[in-house]
């Protein structure tokens, strides 16, 4: 034992973790499997790599939940926020990255850092107690042994589903005679112009036509194991998505609402949206086209869509295993596993989705170890913040029984104690959060 605190995972959330912990003076032991193994879906050994979409979603902090985390975040000193903020392309309202740029710019920042040791090997079993502190944000990716691992150490069954990733098109094989670009209500976020997204309009007959195809596409075979695992929500295959009802994609990815083709001065029945990837706007994934479709089968039903006859595409869809713990059961308020106190589950891997959500956790987890290793107590943020109501959620909040990946939405904060009107509860809800953050800052110095 060396006294260093270990963090096992590279991550979003392993990476903030290992940051925050430098950053309080606290010697840290980074410990990333790739590229010793490698996974189903990353394609390089750089820390923090982006493996689905490249979007941070919306960034506005007084009407979007995430845009409130976003910077409640930014003023905890998130590295996460910082590189993303440095590597935003436009995307109307939401802050989306050059994930290349990004990944560098969170490496290069870990690998400054006088006190964390980048250590490439895979963990396959939990840190013993005699270890010292832990912190486990192996993502929804965690190895076979770890898994097994971490269902010894806890009596419980692990919980997994499919997640499953976007193509990526090549602008320049769009056809722009038929696609246009415009954001949603024309609306500007950061770094872009209300000009956002490529949108590819479908009539009446297209659309019926590519869900005809989409169900009939090829898809890739379930091992048995696999036929009755879940998937997540927000994260649901387009074709299964199309299963359960011809309508269902028209009012969900592909609803048209905000958009007007400018061939026609209206609004397309349905339309494919695609979203700047890359810092050189050479690359555009495809919104909400999560697939689970053969790779054939991908490239001629999405060759059916208008302005994508000749796409060229720079990464096919994908399917991937999810893997994440019951944390009501299992994590204390602090996110330590009540059977061995030693460890912090942080990340994915605790049950919250999305890339912010499994930063800000880690976050979290890094001033608990931060604060436990001076001997004091942290108390956890309050539950009306973004950061308090995500955490009580995933720690208890979430009936176990039922418990699935969450994102951070309104939904999971404490009322307002006046009535309002609804139009300005949002805001109201903002400026109550980040008061109390601030309160929380100032009375828990180490969470800053």
């Known amino acids: 034992m060396d006294g260093k605190v270990t963090v096992i995972g590279g991550g979003l959330a ?39 979409s490249n979007s941070f979603r919306s960034d506005d902090a007084m009407h979007n939940a995430v845009g409130l985390l976003h910077e409640e975040m930014r003023r905890l000193g998130s590295l996460i926020m910082a590189m993303g903020d440095r590597h ?37 079993a939990l840190p013993a107690a005699s270890d010292g502190l832990a912190i486990v944000a192996t993502g929804p990716l965690t190895s076979t ?35 246009w670009f415009q954001s949603r209500y024309d609306k500007e976020g950061p770094g872009g112009s209300g000009k956002d997204y490529v949108n590819c309009p479908l009539d009446e007959a297209q659309y019926h036509a590519f869900v005809d195809a989409l169900l009939d596409g090829e898809k890739h075979d379930f091992k048995a194991w696999e036929k009755d695992t879940p ?24 609803k048209p609402v905000g958009l007007t083709d400018p061939r026609t001065g209206k609004r397309p029945f349905a339309v494919v949206q695609l979203r700047q990837d890359n810092a050189l706007g050479t690359l ?3 919104v ?44 204390d308020a602090e996110l330590r596993l009540q059977r061995r ?56 909040g979430a009936d176990a029984k039922t418990f699935q990946p969450m994102n951070v939405n309104f939904g999971l904060f404490p009322p307002l104690a006046e009535r309002i009107k609804k139009t300005e509860r949002k805001p109201a809800l903002a400026r109550r959060a ?15």
């Not at 387009?238 to 011809?246: D, K, L, N, Q, T």
């Open 14 to 52: 392993g990476s903030e973790a290992a940051f925050q912990l430098a950053r309080a003076g606290v010697p840290v032991r980074l410990v990333e499997m790739r590229p010793v193994r490698a996974t189903a879906v990353h394609k390089t050994d750089r820390l923090a790599e982006l493996v689905c």
């Open 88 to 124: 935003q392309v436009p995307a109307g309202g939401a802050l989306a990255v050059d994930r290349e740029g990004f990944a560098a710019g969170v490496q290069a920042a870990l690998e400054a850092e006088p006190l964390i040791e980048i250590v490439r090997q895979e963990v396959t």
């Open 145 to 179: 042994p770890l898994a097994q691992s971490i269902i010894e150490a806890t009596g419980e069954d692990q919980l997994a589903f499919f997640d499953a990733i976007a193509p990526i098109v090549y602008k320049d094989t769009i056809d722009f005679d038929v696609a």
């Open 231 to 254: 998937y997540f929500e927000g994260c649901m295959p387009i074709e299964v998505m199309a299963e359960r009802g011809r309508l269902t994609l028209a009012h969900g990815p592909m």
């Open 284 to 286: 555009y994934n495809m």
């Open 288 to 331: 909400g086209f999560q697939t689970k479709l053969a790779w054939g089968a991908q490239k001629a039903v999405f060759r059916t869509i208008p302005g994508l006859e000749k796409a060229e595409f720079a990464r096919l869809g994908g399917l991937h295993r999810n893997t994440f713990i019951n944390s009501p059961n299992l994590l």
């Open 341 to 396: 106190p030693h460890l912090r589950f942080a990340g994915q891997i605790t049950g919250c989705e999305g890339y912010v959500e499994s930063a800000a956790i880690g976050g979290l987890a890094a001033r608990f170890v931060a604060a436990e290793r001076q001997g004091h107590r942290l108390a956890p943020p309050p539950p009306t913040t973004a950061h308090g109501a995500l955490l009580a959620h995933i720690t208890g």
């Open 434 to 448: 980040l008061a109390d953050l601030a309160s929380w800052v100032q009375r828990w110095p180490l969470a800053a």
